[in-house]
C-alpha cells in the first residue's frame, strides 16, 4: 500500500527492531509521516487480518514464522534448533507465507 511502510523488514539486520519481539505475532505498520487518518485506518485494518490470518496457521508453520522473521534466525541454526532438515524449514515457511498472502488477498 502506498504511504505505508512496515517498522520490521526481513533479515539481515542485526540490531532488535523497534516494534517486534517473539512474543508478538506480528510486526506493527505504521503510517509514513505524511499519510492521512484513512491510511492509518487501513493498516489497522490489514494489521487485525494478518493477526487473525498468523493464529490460523498450524504450529509448526508458527513456530518457524517466529523465528525466522521476529527472532531472526537463519534457516539454517532454526533447522538445528528444532531439529528438522533445512529444506523442512524452507517447506513450512513457503507454505506459512502462501497461506498468509491468501488471507491478505493476494496483498504484499
Same mark, same amino acid.
Given at each position: ?6 517498522? $520490521? ?10 516494534? $517486534? ?5 506480528? $510486526? ?81
Amino acid at each position: 500500500m502506498p504511504g505505508a511502510r512496515p517498522v $520490521c523488514s526481513t533479515r539481515p539486520r542485526p540490531l532488535p527492531r523497534p516494534g $517486534c519481539s517473539p512474543s508478538r505475532a506480528i $510486526c506493527v505498520l505504521t503510517p509514513e509521516p505524511e499519510a492521512g487518518a484513512d491510511a492509518g485506518l487501513m493498516l489497522a485494518e490489514k494489521e487485525g487480518r494478518l493477526r487473525l490470518a498468523l493464529k490460523e496457521l498450524p504450529a509448526d508453520q508458527i513456530q518457524v514464522v517466529e523465528l525466522s522473521f521476529f527472532a531472526d534466525k537463519p534457516h539454517s541454526q532454526i533447522a538445528l534448533e528444532l531439529g528438522i532438515p533445512l529444506g523442512t524449514v524452507k517447506s513450512r515457511l513457503r507454505l506459512a507465507m502462501g497461506r498468509l498472502k491468501r488471507a491478505m488477498g493476494g496483498e504484499e
